[in-house]
């Protein structure tokens, strides 16, 4: 397996730490620590070149606080300097393994993501139906995943390519800066939980040879005709994970048949999934539902502009068309109408 040696130099060149830092201020150059920064950019950049060079830079504290929906979650924010530093580091080294990714691997990668991922899903269950009748699916997603992340066997995989000394001791000084795992919200984080979890693509597809493995960050699904032979591939991929990465999975894991006509979907992705058909999960819409009288009030109130309703729904729409969900969109949007003075339903 090709290695990578004397690769710092790339990271706190001055062009890279520019162009990390043109990347770290997409849609936040409105907040005050990104107007500091710009406010003297270039010493700020030959600040944080210099500390690189000289091997005294040191990842800042964390900001943290809690977001609620889906889930309630803690998320970490680093200060903007630090996060220049993340995306130099990550121009540098993420190449080293995107070309190694299974085609497959569908999280925080170009030219992938949540429609790909459902899109392929389904072509699977209309090819294992088509040619055996009834398809089953293994569907796991690991434990606390960023939380249980060993930071030994993190740095053991980047050391496996990576072979520039410096490199790994800033990619460790990121690393152990956190307590215990990976935070979430944190750039290196996405990259590092790809890097842990490609492992695990490996072992499926080079070893057991799995056709239909597909893996979202931490969820993953196998899609067969065969219950017991996704009963086997459970065995040897949870083997893997405790073996090999010190991870489990959690206590939602299953294999269960979907339904060629009516009865159960797979649900994936927010999503529920037939080889005919795909729906949004009814806690999707729900949310939507409560965002959007939530804007109705706050446009009411002056508090936020029309075009800031339409970015906020032009998200959720993208995702909402991608499902056979045409006169739910329709309801839904026409259910809230936005006027100054007062929201009233429709």
């Known amino acids: 397996m090709k290695t990578y040696d004397n690769l710092f130099p790339e990271i706190y060149d001055f062009e890279n730490l520019y162009s990390g830092y043109l990347r770290a201020r997409r849609g936040k150059r409105d907040q005050n620590e990104v107007i500091r920064f710009e406010a003297d950019l ?22 943290t606080f809690y977001v609620h929906e889906p889930k309630r979650r803690l998320v970490a924010a680093l200060p903007f300097r630090d996060r220049v530093v993340q995306h130099s580091l990550i121009a540098t080294i993420e190449p080293i393994w995107e070309a190694r990714f299974i085609h497959h691997s569908y999280a925080c990668r170009p030219g992938r993501g949540l429609h790909a991922a459902t899109a392929a899903a389904q072509q699977w269950l209309r090819e294992v139906e088509r040619e055996h009748g009834r398809a089953y699916c293994f569907k796991a997603d690991v434990a606390r995943y960023f939380a249980s992340i060993g930071h030994s066997v993190l740095i053991g995989i980047l050391a496996g390519r990576i072979r520039c000394q410096r490199t790994l001791a800033l990619c460790w000084d990121i690393i152990s800066s956190w307590q215990p795992g990976l935070p979430i919200g944190s750039l290196t984080s996405q990259l590092w939980a790809n890097i842990v979890l490609d492992m695990l693509d490996q072992f499926a597809k080079q070893h057991l040879h799995i056709k239909r493995y597909m893996r979202y960050m931490d969820d993953f699904i196998v899609i067969h005709h065969d219950k017991n032979y996704l009963r086997e591939c459970q065995y040897q991929l949870e083997a893997f994970l405790e073996e090999r990465l010190e991870l489990r999975l959690n206590h939602k894991t299953q294999i269960f048949p979907v339904a060629h006509r009516g009865g159960r979907g797979l649900d994936y992705l927010g999503y529920i999934i037939w080889a005919d058909r795909k729906r949004l999960r009814r806690d999707s819409v729900k949310r939507m539902g409560r965002r959007m009288k939530s804007m109705a009030t706050a446009y009411a109130d002056g508090n936020i502009e029309l075009d800031e309703v339409g970015q906020r729904l032009a998200s959720w729409l993208g995702h909402a068309q991608n499902a056979d969900s045409y006169r739910l969109i329709e309801k839904l949007v026409g259910k809230v109408v936005f006027k100054r003075g007062g929201a009233r339903k429709g």
């Open 42 to 63: 270039e010493s700020n950049l030959i600040q944080l070149q210099n500390e690189l060079i000289w091997d005294q830079y040191q990842t800042g504290p964390y900001r």
